[in-house]
């Protein structure tokens, strides 16, 4: 069965930026659309961002609007989530999943292949 695995997350300073990886162990999730979701300390999970299947259209979070890129390499089977500026508040394991739909969506339970998530910790 197809796998996700995320990388990348580490402690950082508020200000700094951060590239977090999510690789497919095969191109089974390439025709889909890829999300970030994260979950902070004592919350629920929350969507970050989505791309569709061919990498053209992306929906961001306001949250993380104008921070925050996805981008995806189909021939890596690769998703990115490029992190600028962060913040305290950006503190959380971040996850990506696969959603069962090509086109974008922001509903959780439309994502039904998930990543055991990297932790990122911003300091102030």
């Known amino acids: 069965q197809v796998q996700l695995v995320e990388s990348g997350g580490r402690l950082v300073q508020a200000g700094d930026s951060l590239r977090l990886s999510c690789a497919a162990s095969?191109?089974?999730?390439?025709?889909?659309?890829m999300g970030w979701f994260r979950q902070a300390p004592g919350k629920g999970r929350e969507f970050v961002a989505v791309?569709?299947?061919?990498?053209?259209?992306?929906y961001y979070a306001d949250s993380v609007k104008g921070r925050f890129t996805i981008s995806r390499d189909n021939a890596k089977n690769t998703v990115f989530l490029q992190m600028n500026s962060l913040k305290p508040e950006d503190t959380a394991v971040f996850f990506c999943?696969?959603?069962?739909?090509?086109?974008?969506?922001?509903?959780?339970?439309?994502?039904?292949?998930w990543g055991q998530g990297t932790q990122v910790t911003v300091s102030s």
């Open positions: 791309i569709n299947w061919s990498g053209d259209s992306t």
């Open positions: 095969d191109r089974t999730v390439s025709p889909y659309a």
């Open positions: 999943a696969a959603s069962r739909w090509s086109d974008l969506t922001t509903q959780m339970s439309d994502f039904l292949l």
